[in-house]
């Protein structure tokens, strides 16, 4: 049920009438589940503290921002308003470790604004010297 959720995004009545059983049922089903794999370390993400130390083992890492379109909000329309993509969109940074292909940290923005300064907020020059970053 918890991954139909998350992979379909459909709503929780559609799962409960799907599943035969309760809405609240199924909304705590799904809480249940996404605070067991919280407290489970393996689904914590390292942080952008992982890029900061001299003695880590990363050796080169993968940055990508993506954009997804979102519905036009109510205030303050012109952040969010990509006008290359004529829509309003939100943005979102991936650094993900180059070996393991393990996703280190997310960074979030409004559609307006640059992805290299998406990438300057979030990790900038703080990063370790030895790490070599690769933009897509």
């Known amino acids: 049920m ?3 959720y998350w992979r379909q995004y459909v709503t929780q009545k559609e799962l409960s009438y799907e599943f035969e059983v309760g809405e ?3 909304h705590d089903t799904i809480v249940w589940v996404e605070n067991t794999l919280v407290k489970n370390g393996k689904f914590r993400l ?8 001299e003695d880590t083992n990363i050796e ?5 921002v993506t954009e997804s379109p979102v ?3 109510k205030k303050n329309q012109k952040r969010h308003y ?3 993509k ?6 979102t940074q991936l650094i993900v470790n180059r070996q393991t292909k393990e ?3 997310t960074a979030h923005a409004v559609g307006s604004q640059h992805d290299f300064a998406i990438y300057q907020d979030s990790v900038g020059s703080l990063i370790s010297e030895g790490i070599l970053f690769l933009g897509e």
Request: some cysteine; glycine content about 8%; overall charge positive.
């Open 2 to 4: 918890s991954l139909k």
């Open 24 to 26: 609240a049922t199924t």
């Open 46 to 53: 390292p942080g952008k503290k992982a890029l900061y130390g």
């Open 60 to 64: 080169a890492v993968l940055v990508d």
């Open 71 to 73: 519905e036009r909000p």
């Open 82 to 84: 990509n006008g290359k």
């Open 86 to 91: 004529k829509r309003h969109t939100q943005k």
């Open 103 to 105: 996703i280190i940290c």
